[in-house]
């Protein structure tokens, strides 16, 4: 129920604009996101570093509703990328089409996937995946830049009943994916509804991924989950396939299970940490929290102390 409650705020339009101007708000996304400026990131992403942890950063935001906004998205992001290779760190990016335009036209916005893979040189960069009324339109736009060049990667969503169909389908493009479960509001038409079915989703998903990296296939595997059981299947399905730890990725969140993250590097394991940043954030936040709802509780802690 809690879950459902946090959904729905993450898309009611008063809520959104009215709680993030309240301090105990901004105050309990800390948490989850270093600062709402681009070089918070960055910063944020250079202290990993230091400790062995790669990074990937995001702008928070969807859902432009015109082209000269999805221009202005596509000149942040270019300019992301100059600032993170002028820096030196180990940092990707990522964003969701429909901030560059999805909403107004396919060709469009795969013009401008095209260009910041292209400036992006050896760094992959990751499209995010939306609604489920999103889906084919992203893998649209995905499969046209895929095409024509190697360093871009998609997330699928293992809650989603077609993400094991897309998946095959996607494979001999030897593509790189990063799965997660999944955060938002989906009928139960296209979604899991329970817990166990989404992990068992997030399980067979994880194996068709590993299976395919062990085979030699080129796609980079990216696991993202913060659940200590996914993490460990997924380590024991890699160690029966022999497959060594440099070969995949374990992917977690800003603020989220930083002990984990390090115990996981210094066990030998690559792990990469998604940093989100932007002054849009309140249906970000909404879904992180429902993702897991123990997270409340630790919100409120903090406010309390």
Not at 49 to 61: E, F, M, P, Q, S
Not at 148 to 160: A, D, K, M, P, T
Request: with cysteine.
């Amino acid at each position: 129920m809690m879950r459902q409650a946090l959904l729905w705020a993450s898309t009611n339009p008063f809520m959104s604009q009215r709680l993030p101007s309240y301090e105990f708000v901004r105050k309990a996304t800390r948490r989850f996101m270093p600062g709402e400026e681009l070089q918070d990131a960055l910063d944020a992403s250079a202290r990993f570093g230091d400790v062995g942890i790669a990074t990937t950063v995001t702008l928070l935001g969807e859902n432009v509703e015109t082209a000269a906004e999805a221009d202005g998205v596509l000149d942040h992001y270019l300019g992301a990328l100059t600032a993170i290779q002028e820096r030196g760190v180990d940092t990707e990016i990522s964003l969701k089409l429909t901030s560059l335009g999805l909403d107004q036209g396919v060709g469009e916005t795969r013009a401008r996937l095209d260009r910041l893979v292209e400036a992006a040189g050896a760094a992959t960069v990751w499209v995010d995946m939306e609604y489920s009324g999103y889906v084919d339109r992203t893998i649209e736009v995905f499969r046209g830049v895929r095409e024509r060049r190697e360093n871009v990667g998609l997330c699928l969503q293992s809650y989603l009943k077609r993400t094991e169909k897309d998946l095959k389908d996607l494979l001999p493009l030897e593509p790189a994916i990063r799965l997660v479960k999944g955060a938002y509001a989906e009928p139960p038409s296209v979604a899991f509804v329970k817990k166990a079915q989404v992990d068992q989703s997030f399980i067979r998903l994880t194996s068709t991924l590993l299976r395919a990296r062990a085979a030699g296939r080129a796609g980079r595997p990216v696991i993202g989950t913060h659940d200590p059981r996914m993490i460990g299947e997924a380590n024991r399905m890699a160690h029966e396939l022999q497959l060594g730890k440099d070969r995949y990725e374990i992917a977690m969140l800003y603020g989220i299970q930083s002990a984990e993250q390090q115990r996981l590097t210094r066990t030998g394991h690559r792990v990469r940490v998604l940093i989100s940043y932007g002054k849009h954030w309140f249906p970000w936040y909404m879904r992180r929290l429902a993702e897991r709802p123990a997270n409340v509780w630790f919100v409120v802690k903090q406010l309390v102390g």
